[in-house]
């Protein structure tokens, strides 16, 4: 099994701050990578940004220039430091981790429970 842990979400004004940090544990082999997600009320949910075991990254345009993701492969850890916060980013966020466990033959997709992130106007 793998487990996802966010922490760091939290209410703060347009225009603050905040950085959301995730750890994977459990029966891991590999990480191929990991990333954010976040779901509005009443929206899909939606790709934030990823970053590969590699380095790279990917983000969604909306975020551009305000976020910015990194990972510790060491401590199977990713983070999401968020600038400029906008009301619109107010959502659930969720980390995701593409991961070959031990038990398992292939790479899978595994989620945390979500951290609340809100940001008034």
């Known amino acids: 099994q793998v487990q996802l842990v966010e922490s760091g979400g939290g209410l703060v004004q347009a225009g603050g701050s905040l950085r959301l940090s995730c750890a994977a544990s459990g029966s891991i082999f590999s990480i191929n990578a990991m990333g954010w997600y976040r779901q509005a009320p009443g929206k899909q949910r939606e790709l934030v940004a990823t970053?590969?075991?590699?380095?790279?990254?990917n983000y969604a345009d909306s975020v551009k220039g305000r976020f910015a993701i990194s990972g510790d492969n060491a401590k199977n850890t990713v983070f999401l430091q968020m600038n400029s916060l906008k009301p619109e980013d107010t959502a659930v966020y969720y980390c995701n981790a593409y991961v070959l466990s031990y038990s398992g033959g292939r790479y899978e997709n595994y989620w945390g429970q979500g951290t609340q992130v809100t940001v008034s106007s």
């Open positions: 970053v590969v075991s590699g380095g790279s990254t």
